[in-house]
């Protein structure tokens, strides 16, 4: 059984070690859980890479990252509306204004 470190890409820090289990929620938010079932929940975050010889995992953060995926889950199963598109159209205005000039 491997056990995996989870780094945060954001600032390479530890989030948790001995997790055994990686997985999304109906919430699409990631599960990390240890060998005797702790863990914690991030709520908006994407696994980047795996690595099962140096048993790390890679995680980055960002709060796009829920709101995104929910949408591809709803496109993915047609039930996609224009307020879900507009969610995410909504935080890139946002994101756009703040990068400088």
Known sequence: MCEFKII????NSQIMEDVVMLYYNE???LVLKD???MGETIESALILDVNTINQKCLILENPLIKDFVNLLVKL??????KSDMDIIINQLEALKEEIPK
Do not use: F, P
Not at 8 to 11: D, E, I, P, S
Not at 76 to 81: I, L, S, Y
């Open 35 to 37: 060998v005797i079932g």
């Open 27 to 29: 919430d699409n938010e």
């Open 76 to 81: 993915n199963d047609t039930t996609a509306t």
């Open 8 to 11: 945060r890409k954001n600032n």
